[in-house]
């Protein structure tokens, strides 16, 4: 289905990946892109019902805006969680880096609650892999930290009520104590929600700025 002005959305629900997703691809060649995974929140969880995450994030943004990268957006299964799947979902993202051509250099991870702890820890297992975080509205171990060698994009609401604003606290204390490359928005006044004002034009284009 053709979305936007360049930009192409398709959904895949093959059995030989361990998720269904969704894939925002631009027009023509999609071979050596940087790869953007996004990871949804527990509410989008399902089996394969992919209206259901593709609707935060940066859904919108690619439906308006074209970006030289593909963005896949993985379902994870409805009794699950993103945290009881890092080996699944880091084969998952092999095979889409392999599948999609994807620059080795140039692959990133986001992620919106659920899918924020499924950020810090997934990047806490696998820190070669990526070449920058955005964790949003989410949690990990502190002590852990050191771990993370890619810069970091931080993003929580100081109203949280469903993911306490301390849980990022932590997280970038433990990186600035370790001298890592951390940004950190805590927006003043902004409840759990806070993904409404986070994945934009600037969070894609620092993101896409970073390399291995």
Known sequence: MRIGSKMIRTEHKEKEY????VC????????????????????????GNLELMDVHGFSKLLSEKDYACNVIM???PKDSFWVARIESLLSFIEKMAVKYGADRKRIYL???????????????????VFA??????????KWNAATLNMPVMVFHGTD????????SDEMVEGLRKNG?????????GVGHNVWDCTFDDELMRWLLSKSL
Not at 160 to 167: A, F, L
């Open 180 to 188: 890592k490359d951390v940004t950190y928005n805590r927006i003043d």
């Open 160 to 167: 949280d009520k469903e993911v306490s604003v301390t849980q």
């Open 74 to 76: 993985p379902q994870c």
């Open 110 to 128: 986001t992620g919106i609650s659920m899918g924020g702890y499924g950020t810090w820890y997934t990047a806490m297992a696998r820190p070669s």
């Open 24 to 47: 925002y691809s631009p027009e023509g060649e999609t071979k050596g892109l940087p790869l953007i995974i996004q990871l949804h929140g527990a509410g989008e969880r399902g089996n």
């Open 18 to 21: 361990e998720f269904p997703y």
């Open 132 to 141: 920058a975080i955005a964790p949003v509205c989410g949690g990990g171990m």
